[in-house]
């Protein structure tokens, strides 16, 4: 049970810090009240917007209960609103929401095809109140109490790009985390290691993970590393232990490669301010002569307090990636959120489980195993069982109602009335040739249960449904942090397959009665998931967007993988 923070003598009411700790210490007293608080939420929404469009074809004047609500108006996707938002971006209102709407959320398309996600005022507030003030809190208090002191001061190494573009009317357009990034623009620009443009780039096109690394290699005083998602920082790592012999040159000579795809301008202007720096050079020279064996991230940067990525579901194993360059660094896991508006925040150091919000919309709940599809028959936020599965649905705060994220989450336990959550994975993320419903979290348990069967370590996976032929079969796809002998691969597969049987009982019995044949197993070359983040980012797909790729399902992700098994 988390309890409210007194907010340390050190930190006056002039200092940011101050609003910080008063917005976690809200987040504690909405938590203790949280069902009522969500529905009364619910019935302000419904208010406000009962005259637009959307509120007036679905009574939102007669209804007077969670219960109307739930009988009155359906669950939705993103293709019940999309006619409304074109013409919202063309600039006309009242349609789905009667809020402002300042921003809109540029989705990367990598699961479904891209969306235009309406954000309005109060839903900047939320994300910039209940995400970034609580982790601006959480960092202060938990390094305050792992350490005994404030957190160091200096700058802060964040892998973001923020790009941005209008829709037709004018209105800014970019993934969520560049929203909140071009909040706090003013300050970022205190707090970076490199120039603003490195983070904020026009149309010019930069070499970022080069940029990134050398500007951030010297600098010596970094206090923190900070991405949107663990795979950008263990990217970032990984860059830097393969190129650091001409980074640390760079540094020493005082000068941007020339051979880099580094706009001109930009070049020429940095080339003026950067100066050669022996000594610097010589000290990273000394630390990565010594190998990567041991974490490096405190020997580049020894002021260096905490990382900061999302960490869990999905990206658990980049978690325990990072920890190779990071040791015992604390991890703050940020928080849960889609395009659609934020969902939960952590509210300790170090723990993957983050609470939900009251704040952030109207939550509700259908756990994975009810097939019934009764939308008056869904759980409030306060109605949950810990260890159980469900399906979230979201009504938020710039027009979208009932709306099915497509995420499944598992409770973890209780924060007052407001559920701790897990993400799982998401729905439409799961292999299903026989109605066997493979989901992430069986892959992720099977991957886990081989790597310790093996001694192999598995830099990450992906499954493919391959039904070219009949009964189907799956075809699972590994890489392997070191090349795997040929004359293993049968024996591996083999293990592979009982793992999956067990992760999931449905598949094993599908097998048995001979419904699909038994699972191909493939290797694939070393790189190959950073290759395809970076062929992503190439497309114009931005980083802040790109999670793992769990279920190859579409052409172009076909003709990738299956291009780069390992043969030899």
């Known amino acids: ?111 479904d095809n891209p969306k235009n ?15 970034s003030n609580i982790a601006q809190c959480v960092y202060d208090s938990g390094i305050r109490k792992i350490k005994g002191r404030p957190p160091k001061q200096g700058k802060q190494f964040i892998t973001s790009v923020v790009k941005i573009n209008h829709v037709k009317n004018g209105t800014l357009k970019s993934p969520i985390s560049s929203a909140v990034f071009l909040q706090k623009k003013p300050l970022m620009r205190h707090v970076l290691p490199f120039p603003a443009e490195v983070m904020f780039p026009e149309e010019k096109i930069f070499d970022q993970k080069y940029l990134h690394a050398f500007y951030a290699l010297r600098e010596r005083n970094i206090v923190c590393l900070v991405a949107p998602f663990m795979t950008a920082l263990v990217d970032s790592m990984y860059y830097i232990e393969t190129n650091w012999r001409s980074l640390v040159h760079d540094i020493e000579v005082g000068r941007l490669d020339p051979a880099m795809d580094i706009d001109e301008d930009f070049r020429a202007e940095a080339n003026k301010h950067l100066r050669p720096d022996p000594e610097r050079a010589a000290e990273l020279r000394a630390i990565f002569e010594k190998s990567f064996d041991e974490p490096v991230i405190p020997k580049i940067w020894p002021n260096c307090d905490y990382l900061s990525a999302i960490g869990g579901g999905g990206f658990a194993s980049y978690t325990q990636k990072i920890k ?193 044949l038994p699972m191909k197993l493939c290797f694939l070359q070393q790189e190959t998931y950073y290759l395809y983040r970076d062929m992503m980012m190439l497309k114009g797909i931005s980083e802040n967007q790109i999670k793992p790729v769990r279920v190859i399902d579409t052409p172009r992700k076909k003709r990738f993988f299956f291009g780069l098994i390992d043969n030899e």
Request: hydrophobic fraction near 30%; aromatic fraction near 12%.
């Open 324 to 516: 190779r360059y990071s040791g015992g660094i604390p991890i703050y896991f940020n928080s849960y959120a889609a395009s659609e508006g934020p969902i939960s925040s952590c509210l300790e150091m170090g723990k993957t489980e983050s609470t939900v919000i009251p704040a952030n919309g109207f939550f509700e709940f259908i756990p994975v195993d009810d097939e019934s599809g009764d939308p008056s028959k869904t759980l409030d936020l306060d109605e949950l069982e810990v260890g159980r599965e469900y399906e979230i649905i979201l009504t938020n705060l710039a027009g979208l109602y009932r709306y099915r994220l497509g995420d499944v989450v598992e409770v973890a336990g209780y924060d007052g009335q407001s559920p701790k959550i897990e993400f799982k994975y998401r729905k439409n993320q799961m292999i299903n040739i026989s109605g066997e419903k493979t989901n992430e979290a069986a892959a992720a348990w099977a991957v886990r249960e081989f790597e310790k069967a093996t001694g192999e370590a598995i830099t990450d996976f992906s499954l493919y449904a391959d039904t070219d032929d009949l009964p189907g079969r799956y075809v699972f796809f590994m890489e392997p942090e070191k090349h795997i002998p040929k004359e293993k691969h049968a024996h591996y597969r083999d293990i592979c397959e009982e793992k999956l049987r067990i992760a999931n009982p449905i598949y094993d019995e599908m097998l048995e009665g001979k419904h699909q």
């Open 1 to 111: 049970m988390i309890n409210r923070l007194e907010i340390p003598k050190d930190i006056t009411p002039e200092n940011p810090a101050y609003e910080e700790y008063n917005s976690y210490n809200d987040v504690i007293d909405m938590c203790m009240n949280a069902g009522a608080y969500s529905r009364d939420l619910l019935m302000r929404i419904v208010r406000d917007n009962e005259n637009t469009e959307y509120g007036k074809k679905y009574g939102f004047s007669e209804i007077r209960s969670v219960e109307d609500y739930k009988k009155k108006v359906p669950f939705s996707k993103y293709d019940d609103y999309a006619e409304a938002i074109e013409r919202m971006t063309r600039g006309e209102e009242n349609l789905i929401t009667a809020y402002p709407i300042i921003h809109y959320a540029k989705t990367s398309g990598s699961v």
């Open 117 to 131: 996600i309406p954000l309005s005022d109060r839903t900047m507030k939320a994300y910039m109140k209940y995400s």
